[in-house]
Each structure stands twice: as C-alpha cells, then as structure tokens.
C-alpha cells in the first residue's frame, strides 16, 4: 500500500515542535502513544544519508514519560521489569523490558532515576501509564503516577555532539552512554541524556515545559547552521540497519524479552518483585525457541512491511519478518525478524514470502550496524 | 494544518477488511487503537451525504474487544464503571464511560455482556486493557483478560435496514436499539447490535474471526447494489451534529463522566465496587461546574480543530471548543466543547478564539440531530 493521508483532530496530539516541524517542510507522520510522530522530511533515503552525514533535530514529543514519584516508587519499578534495578543510580537511563505476568512484553521503555523515589518511564508506543495505574491501585502503592509535560527532543547524527555542546556547553561531550546530565537552558535545568533511537550518536533533551520547546528548536538550528542542521525522525532503514527494535512492529504482548533478544537486558533471578519473573525463570535458563534476527532479503527493493511476512525453508515455516527496507548502504534490503531456533545461525539461507513474491534471504547473527 | 501523509508499518495495523477499504478508494485514515481507521474516501462532505441519504459499510474494526471471562467477570466490570450493571442481561450493550480512582475518563466503549460470567469491552482510543490487567493481578481477581480476534464492522444509514436484512434475515428489524442478536453467516455465529457512530441507524456486526471479513464485506456490497451501499467511516460532521462525543478529541483522562455530560449513564450511588466512586459521589450530587454543549460557531467554514480552542465572554475565559466542522445541513460550524455553568445555557452567546482569529458562537443546549 501506498502513503495515504493522515486526517489530522485533537486525538491524534501535535507537540510543543508541531509548528517549527511544519515549517521545517514534513511530508509524513506515523502516530505514536497518540501524538504525531515526524517520519519524512526531503525522502526516507535521503533523510537516512543526511542523518549518517551530518546532524538532525528529532520531534521525539511521542515518547511520552510516566512519572512514578513516592515512597514505592523503586518497588513498583522493579515490579514493571526483569532488569535488575538495585544498582541503578540517579544519572543513568535503563532500557528497560517491560513484561506481564506471563512474561509477555507490554513496551520497551527508557527508565530514567530522577532520585531514589523518583523515576521517568519514557516509553514506547502502548498507554504503558494505564497498566502501572491498574497496579498501583490494586496493591494499594503508595506512589503518584502521571504523565507530565515533558517531551524529548533528539539530536542525532555524527555532528551531535558539536551541535549540543554550543547549545548546553562543552560538558555534554563528558556525558557517557545511556547517562544523563541536567543543564540550564533559558534558565530551566533539563535533563540531557545520551541516548537516541540510531546508532549515529547524539542526545535526547528532555523538554520540561511545552514553552521552552520552540526556544529549544530554535537555538539548536541557529547554532548549527553551519553543520547543516536538519529537522528529521527516526529513519525506518536506519533503525533496522542499526537492529533498533520497534516495539508494536517487531514485538507484542505475544514476545517475551528473551525472544526478542533482549535477554541481556533481564537479571531474571535476581530481579525479584518483577510480576512476569515466575513466566520467565524458565526461559530465562533454558532460552528461547525462536529469537530475533537481522536478515538480508536478496533482489529490488521491497514494499514497506505491513504486516508479517512469514520465513520458510525446505517448505516449512521458520521464521517471520515485522520490519524491512531497501539500505543504499548495504546495497541490500535489510530486515527484521524472529527466526526459530533450526534456522537462526548466521549465514543460515531461507525464504521470505513478500506481498511481490517469495525471496531468497540470509539470517545475520549481528545487526548490520 | 492541511493532511500530510501517514507512513504505514505493521505497528500501525491493518484490518480483515483492509483489502477492500483499499480497494473501495480511501483516500484518507485515522490511526485508533493502533490501526487503520478509514475516514475519507470521496471527501468529508460528500461521504457525509451519502451517509445520510443511503447506507455505508464502515471498517471499524479499531474498536478492539477487551474479553473478560471467568468467576470475576462482573465484580470487575462493576470496578470500572459508575453505571449500574446489577440489572444489565445478556442481549443488552451498555455505553459505559470508565473511570480511574479519580473519576477521570479512561475510555468509553460498549460493555457487551455475553453471558453472566463473560462480557466484550468494545473500546474508544486507549489501551484499556492495560488498565483492566493491572487492577486484576493487583487484586488477584478470578479473569481471563485479552484481546480476542473479533473486529466490527458497522452498516450505517437510512438503508441499513434493509441491507442487514438481506445478509443476516429479517429478523434483524426486531433488533432493538443497544440489544444484540446473534445470527449465522456462512455457518458462524455473529453478534449483531443495533449501534454505531452516528445517528443514520444501523447496526455494528462483530467478525469473530479475520477470515470471515472479506466474505462479509463482499456479500454487504452484492446484496446492497441498488441500495448504493458505499464504504465509509464515521464521519466528523455527522458525529458533531449528533453529539457524539469522541474520546482524546473531547474528553481525556482530566474529565468526569459528569463534566461530559455522561450523567445520565452514572448510578454512582448504586455502582457499589466502582474504584472512582469515593471521587464521583460529590459531583454526582451536587453536579459539575463545566459541561459539555454542542455550539455553532458564526462565519465561514473554520479550519480542522486539531488542539483546543479557548473561548471567551465578556474577555473572561469561559470553556474551550474541542470538535468542529463546517455543516452543509446546519449551514454553520458545529462545533463540541466544554462550558463553565455560568455560560452553559440554551443560547449563549460567546466568542471563539480559532486559529483563523475571534469568532462568535452560540451555545446549543442539545445535540443539532
């Protein structure tokens, strides 16, 4: 299917960016946990070798945080996650598996630790808030859960890191992996982490207060007028190079983290409180049956993945894909998908049924980027 | 803002009735519940009257069923509502606003009761079945919860009768207004209730199962030829018109059922087990002091209200629009808000603040149809 319209109403949220993203010329949205979500700017490939290039200024507003703040506030953290969270200090940011208590995924949210009773859950596309509130008041915690008036912005690309330093100063460029620090702008501490949804490098500004977003957006393009600032989105081909997974795309409530590969994400055993720890004690020893993989999918470009495309080799079912995109990089189309455990070494060749016919493809242990 | 594009991917997902939606020439979607939902084919006005002249097959399969099955079943439907279900009987569906601990608005879908220990939540835009699985493990309740593979397809229009009848039987006339019947097609036992979003008449049919979908919508289009049966989806002029309110357009989780007129739907005093019922109790004696009023707003036609718009009186701020169109019956804008209870009344008039400047407006105590 092609690109249709987007009727646009106030269900569907604009952000404090909506304004300098239109100006900035959008072509395309997706919508996610109910707000626009810039997708295209001059074409997905040429955003995509832009990003690679230079840098870009990402309306990430979707990524919604819950705020968890009270004296069981790191209790019901611990409760929503396999990953082990006692040695979690302020200052850093956890990808964090989010499971039922069947072990299946509910969202793949970043948990930011404000302070020891006080946590950002800022998540992926599912009402992640609706759950934890279901919790909380069935146990009876003594937290406040909400969602605040904080949207994050990215700044992503291989000029990143100078372009945030000339807005928030050269000590961005000490900030590591997966940490955080809180730096003024307009005087208004923000939290500024190192994290983002590519492997280009850069930073997510989290933007406390819709007022500060256009000043925010329009000091990062002043400021890198000169390193060719643009305004982008998270880029389907670049992602999927890069193995970023899409939660609601490449894993549902059907998955367990195991099987999507996030199993170095859980500390099953020790993450005691976890409500899917019971499911997933088995799995967590004994691993799982099928796991996600990038593939390479031989031939001319594919048409987007709309929905699964199931994997076969020697005529039986092996496998499905959830995500695929023609890379000019990789000269390729890159996928992902979840192969069984028969078929998921590197190198393994099978054959993916697309809306335009059966393909021959490649199972790569690693992601491409 | 004028419609941009929307990038499809699995995680915005399809339909069993997307090949023909596709086919049938939509032009334009909204993304509800995380999937298509088809809002424009010819253009909004010209599907508008085709809605109100003859009869329309809608994908409305976005409205995902919530199952809950088991001893709990209605101890827990009880929770999450402040309609009294004590008396509700199989064959009947409830419009059931859901509320938090606070009273605030979750969702507000149609509670089906298909049998004493099972029930379908047919849901508006929010992952309430997040909500619903946290209250169950939190309190340990006796249910299954899950989204089964069951989507509506709606038949709105003065001809709905009439093309209902020829699929399903004549039997479906008997159908009473929010009652169901449960009536065979190629061999399957289908709900059929007399619902849907409009006020055109018809009735809203649950495909449970995905590959029922395109034998039921091709057998609607042959039996419907010479009835001009078209493919639609709910339209934003007709709902307007109607009052239909519209969850995430003019109500969120910062409203009471009372504040959106939805009183008439409460039995706070009597809805013993309701978890907002402590909130509710006060405003559902002494009432709210903000409601929500259907109003035209003077002038040309006013662009798509995508955030809220203030309104005024005597340069007081006095309530806000949430929902508007240009009504080609009405000849003026209708529009949803919400007004303070000392501008509520039958023909106030007021002043609008949209994008395209000031306009006058008059509050309208009822729906216009």
Same mark, same amino acid.
């Given at each position: 299917?092609?690109?249709?319209?987007?009727?646009?109403?106030?269900?569907?949220?604009?952000?404090?960016?909506? &304004?300098?993203?239109?100006?900035?010329?959008?072509?395309?949205?997706?919508?996610? &946990?109910?707000?626009?979500?810039?997708?295209?700017?001059?074409?997905?490939?040429?955003?995509?070798?832009?990003?690679?290039?230079? $840098?870009?200024?990402?309306?990430?507003?979707?990524?919604?945080?819950?705020? $968890?703040? !009270?004296?069981?506030? =790191?209790?019901?953290?611990?409760?929503?996650?396999? /990953?082990?969270?006692?040695?979690?200090?302020?200052?850093?940011?956890?990808?964090?598996?989010?499971?039922?208590?069947?072990?299946?995924?509910?969202?793949?949210?970043?948990?930011?630790?404000?302070?020891?009773?006080?946590?950002? @859950?800022?998540?992926?596309?599912?009402?992640?808030?609706?759950?934890?509130?279901?919790?909380?008041?069935?146990?009876?915690?003594?937290?406040?859960?909400?969602?605040?008036?904080?949207?994050?912005?990215?700044?992503?690309?291989?000029?990143?890191?100078?372009? $945030?330093?000339? *807005?928030?100063?050269?000590? $961005? +460029?000490?900030? +590591?992996?997966?940490?955080?620090?809180?730096?003024?702008?307009? !005087?208004?501490?923000?939290? *500024?982490?190192?994290?983002?949804?590519?492997?280009?490098? !850069?930073?997510?500004?989290?933007?406390? %207060?819709?007022?500060? %977003?256009?000043?925010?957006?329009?000091?990062?393009?002043?400021?890198?007028?000169?390193?060719?600032?643009?305004?982008?989105?998270?880029?389907?081909?670049?992602?999927?190079?890069?193995?970023?997974?899409?939660?609601?795309?490449?894993?549902? /409530?059907?998955?367990?983290?195991?099987?999507?590969?996030? %199993?170095?994400?859980?500390?099953?055993?020790?993450? @005691?409180?976890?409500?899917?720890?019971?499911?997933?004690?088995?799995?967590?020893?004994?691993?799982?049956? /099928?796991?996600?993989?990038?593939?390479?999918?031989? !031939?001319?470009?594919?048409?987007?993945?709309?929905?699964?495309?199931?994997?076969? =080799?020697?005529?039986? /079912? *092996? %496998?499905?894909?959830?995500? =695929?995109?023609?890379?000019?990089?990789?000269?390729?189309?890159?996928? @992902?998908?979840?192969?069984?455990?028969?078929?998921?070494?590197?190198?393994?060749?099978?054959?993916?049924?697309?809306?335009?016919?059966?393909?021959?493809?490649?199972?790569?242990?690693?992601?491409?980027?």
């Amino acid at each position: 299917m092609s690109a249709p319209l987007l009727s646009v109403s106030r269900r569907i949220r604009q952000t404090p960016f909506s &304004n300098r993203v239109t100006a900035s010329g959008v072509k395309a949205y997706t919508v996610y &946990n109910h707000m626009l979500l810039p997708s295209m700017f001059e074409s997905v490939e040429a955003d995509y070798r832009h990003l690679k290039t230079d $840098v870009q200024v990402w309306d990430v507003a979707c990524e919604r945080q819950v705020e $968890v703040r !009270g004296p069981d506030a =790191a209790r019901l953290l611990q409760m929503l996650t396999p /990953r082990d969270l006692g040695n979690m200090t302020e200052g850093q940011c956890y990808y964090t598996p989010m499971v039922d208590e069947t072990g299946g995924m509910l969202n793949d949210p970043l948990t930011i630790k404000l302070a020891d009773d006080r946590y950002w @859950i800022s998540i992926a596309d599912s009402d992640l808030l609706y759950w934890i509130k279901g919790l909380v008041y069935g146990l009876g915690l003594v937290v406040d859960v909400d969602e605040p008036d904080v949207s994050p912005l990215a700044v992503q690309g291989p000029k990143a890191d100078d372009l $945030v330093a000339r *807005v928030f100063g050269e000590t $961005v +460029r000490d900030i +590591r992996f997966f940490r955080y620090a809180v730096l003024p702008f307009e !005087g208004v501490d923000l939290l *500024v982490a190192r994290s983002g949804y590519s492997k280009q490098g !850069g930073f997510e500004i989290y933007v406390d %207060g819709s007022e500060l %977003g256009e000043p925010l957006w329009d000091a990062l393009f002043q400021a890198g007028e000169d390193l060719n600032v643009r305004a982008g989105g998270p880029n389907v081909i670049e992602r999927i190079e890069s193995g970023l997974l899409s939660y609601g795309n490449d894993m549902t /409530r059907e998955n367990t983290p195991h099987e999507c590969g996030l %199993g170095k994400f859980c500390q099953t055993q020790t993450a @005691i409180g976890c409500v899917g720890r019971d499911a997933l004690l088995r799995v967590a020893v004994e691993g799982p049956v /099928r796991q996600m993989r990038s593939l390479s999918i031989d !031939g001319d470009r594919v048409p987007p993945c709309t929905e699964i495309w199931p994997v076969f =080799a020697g005529g039986k /079912r *092996v %496998g499905r894909i959830t995500s =695929a995109a023609w890379s000019p990089d990789f000269e390729t189309n890159v996928a @992902i998908g979840m192969m069984r455990v028969t078929h998921w070494d590197d190198g393994t060749r099978v054959e993916v049924e697309t809306p335009e016919g059966m393909r021959q493809a490649t199972v790569k242990e690693g992601s491409f980027i």
